[in-house]
């Protein structure tokens, strides 16, 4: 089935620790994001990239990194992870074409920074 | 800056029971777009429905419909004769037109409203 693929799906974390989201995409999709979830503050956008080889910063974009060597892998790295870092991270991605349609989301990874 | 906003943190209602979510939003941009997402508990997230801008005709589509209203800067969402499996969290979301300039989708989401289905 086409879509993305997150992993891992949930990790624990010792707050000091780097660890990289991976998110791979099979449907092309030129666009792809990473956001935040968490209670009472909805999703918000961390970081995103157009094509491949350029990014963005989103809404909360400190203390991530990511990078877009492809069109279908969209990494998210966190060099030293702390507590507030403790979250749903989902990836995205999207058709900016004329079929302007949603978003495409993984499933999700679910971090506990300790 | 956009802004989406959901009033409505939670709302119970018995099986077989319309409700409406409510969303309002916020955009300098003449053209932008809708959304309204669900996540079931399973926790995925769904994309349901996007409307554009510049048309505001009210979509229905089986149980579910949308009424979107530029007078008011609303999009609410109504489900009719609500069933168990509608019981999620549901977020609505906009999106300016600016952003496809440079290839993609800058998307604010609401806070969602969490909605329980009692049998």
New interface residues.
Partial sequence: TAGITQAPTSQILAAGRSMTLRCTQDMRH??M?W?RQDL??????IH????AGTT?K?EVPDGYSVSRANTDDFPLTLASAVPSQTS?Y?C?S?D?GQA??????G??TRLTVV | AQKVTQAQTEISVVEKEDVTLDCVYETRDTTYYLFWYKQPPSGELVFLIRRNSFDEQNEISGRYSWNFQKSTSSFNFTITASQVVDSAVYFCALSEAIHLAGGYQKVTFGTGTKLQVIP
């Fill in positions: 030129n666009a994001y956001y009472g503050l909805g999703l918000r956008l995103y990239s157009n094509t963005g989103g749903v989902f995205a999207s900016t302007l349609g949603g978003y495409t989301f499933s999700g």
